[in-house]
């Protein structure tokens, strides 16, 4: 191991930003993994990825271990165990290097005069192990959420919420999306078979591919001259229903960090697409997206609720919104997602919302299409925020996507399927 870093201080840094400052590790990761060689990058997230996957348990785990739960100063030193726990029960990491690189992980918190600590409760747990882990099953920690989130779940899938609540706790599979201006999915999946990369396509999604295991992108055939994109499966499913044609004039609203942008001009080349996403350092991504595919768009950074400062009158043929939401269709992703939000968040998104659609809508051309699209699965947010929009608006008229039950289309997660996400498709009379 490098000596100028320990991991697991570093990871320990990087969940107390999330827990203690409210910050997402998607945002925190890029500054902490600057120094960090490669080959450490992929473990670093597996750390933090993972331990705020299992938090609960872990939690659970050093009540029973200690006589006082660390605060204050210390805190880094509490996150730096649960660290440590989850490489003995998570990863293939031997135990005895998880044990001395966890202890060091103290000298790196400047903490040198705990390592005896640290050492003291990585042994007991190991002695501990199995009657810890036996009770822990048991005991209601064990579905991973925070409480108001499970009643929700609960609530809106009285018969599937356990199915949701496991899916949410695996780790997600990796999906491509083939870009049809290079290779068809089938030929893709020969290129893959070649470099002995296994894959299966998507029932539905016609670009949609979903590896085995996740590899590197680096391994992908053509990835650096855009033949593929990494993109979840349910993210792929908006653009069939928004149908773009060469030559309409397009608006991805909220389009960071551009993967639907890209879809919209695989599908159609010559479409005129303006991007626009509110937060202007992830627009960054966007460009760096349009690089590599070879694609031209106009991006800008403008509020949803606020058209008329960034889009000046412009009527668009097709409007694909996807809506700022609570993002509880992808915790399996972004599991922080479980420990950032509120319950009070879901209405104050709801309202956020209910204010860009109807902002936005006046810029759809008669006859236009708009696909209002979430990764979320509570019904605030989804079918409840579209059955008001569609009440109050005489000129919205739904295109049935879901079947006999609902007019909306409702993805839940799936261990080899895509996230969770909301679909619903609107015609402008």
């Not at 409760?121 to 959420?145: D, I, K, P, T």
């Not at 007019?407 to 498709?425: C, H, I, R, T, V």
């Amino acid at each position: 191991m490098n000596n100028k870093y320990n991991l697991r201080a570093i990871a320990a840094k990087a969940i107390g930003q999330v827990l203690d400052h409210g910050q997402s590790l998607s945002s925190v990761l890029p500054d902490l993994q600057k120094n960090i060689s490669d080959k450490d990058k992929g473990l670093l997230q597996e750390l933090c990825f993972g331990t705020l996957r299992v938090l609960p348990e872990l939690e659970g785990y050093l009540q029973q271990l200690m006589a006082k739960i660390m605060t204050g100063k210390q805190r880094p030193l509490h996150y730096l165990l649960m660290v440590g726990l989850y490489q003995l029960l998570y990863t293939r990491i031997p135990a005895h290097a998880a044990v001395a690189e966890t202890v060091n992980g103290a000298v790196a918190l400047k903490r040198p005069q705990m390592k005896g600590l640290i050492n003291g409760v990585m042994r007991q747990f190991q002695r501990q192990q199995q009657a810890l882990v036996e009770q822990a099953q048991s005991q209601n920690s064990r579905f991973l959420h925070p409480s108001w989130l499970l009643q929700r779940v609960q609530t809106a899938y009285p018969q599937q919420w356990q199915q949701i609540i496991e899916a949410n706790n695996q780790k997600p599979p990796m999906w491509l999306r083939v870009n049809r201006q290079h290779h068809t999915r089938d030929a893709y999946l020969a290129l893959l078979q070649q470099a002995e990369i296994e894959a299966v396509a998507h029932a539905s999604y016609p670009d949609a591919l979903r590896l085995l295991s996740p590899v590197s992108v680096s391994a992908l055939p053509g990835f650096e001259s855009g033949w593929a994109t990494v993109q979840d499966a349910s993210a792929q499913g908006c653009v069939p229903l928004l149908a773009p044609q060469n030559g309409e004039s397009i608006l991805d609203l909220c389009a960071a960090p551009g993967g639907k942008t890209t879809h919209i001009l695989e599908a159609a080349p010559t479409a005129k697409v303006m991007a626009v996403d509110v937060d202007e350092n992830r627009l960054k991504r966007v460009h760096e997206n349009l690089a590599r595919l070879n694609q031209q768009a106009t991006v800008l950074a403008g509020d949803g609720r606020m058209p008329e400062k960034w889009c000046a009158g412009q009527q668009f043929d097709r409007i694909l919104l996807d809506a700022p939401c609570s993002a509880t269709g992808v915790i399996r992703r972004h599991p922080d997602i479980k420990w950032l939000r509120r319950s009070s968040d879901i209405s104050e998104l709801a309202s956020l919302q209910k204010e860009i659609i109807n902002a936005i809508w006046s810029h759809l051309k008669p006859g236009g299409t708009m696909v209002y699209a979430t990764c979320s699965i509570l019904p605030e947010e989804n079918s409840l925020q579209i059955d008001s929009f569609v009440n109050s608006h005489s000129d919205a008229q739904v295109i049935n996507i879901g079947g006999l039950e609902s007019p909306y289309q409702q993805n839940l997660p799936s261990p080899e399927g895509g996230d969770g996400f909301f679909y619903a498709k609107l015609i402008k009379a």
